[in-house]
């Protein structure tokens, strides 16, 4: 097993060009205290808006990304789940739980963006929810939330009591 102790390290031995499969690491690039702590809603959308969606193109096209917590509810890690189109986008279940699993995530919040500006879940993305809780709760990771942003606002489905 190869010493990872800087981000140099982690290309270095990352080289695709070397080889084909991916690299897990369980060590944190970053001192854990700088890990972000979530706590409700207002903390996650604070993580999505920063980190995650770009204000210039959230009224553009769908996007979804799942942020991944550990047992103390900080943030280890998130993803880019897709990329739609205006009026949708997809998530697979099992790319989702595939990067929790490898990441050792307990929980998981997912978000995605409504370009119309409208907060109201749709038929499919309540579907979609309960799909995806019910494949985490099989494995024992808490679906924590799932929020819908708009450039200027959220809806948090577990603020709503949809999870």
Known sequence: MQQVGTMQDVQRICDTSKIGEIFISYGYLI??????????????????????????????REESYAIFLNRANLVIGWHQ????????????????LTLAL?????SIVLAHNHPSGSLKPSRADEAMTEKIRHCCAML??????????????????ADNGLI
């Open 31 to 60: 001192p854990r205290e700088d890990l972000t702590t979530i706590r409700h809603s207002e903390d996650i959308i604070n993580y999505l808006r920063e980190k995650c969606f770009n204000p210039l193109s959230i009224n553009y």
């Open 140 to 157: 024992d990771i808490a679906l924590l939330d799932h929020l819908i942003l708009s450039d200027t606002s959220f809806f948090s489905f």
């Open 102 to 106: 490898g990441c050792g995530a307990t």
């Open 81 to 96: 789940l897709s990329v739609g189109g205006i009026t949708g986008t997809v998530v697979d279940p099992r790319v989702l």
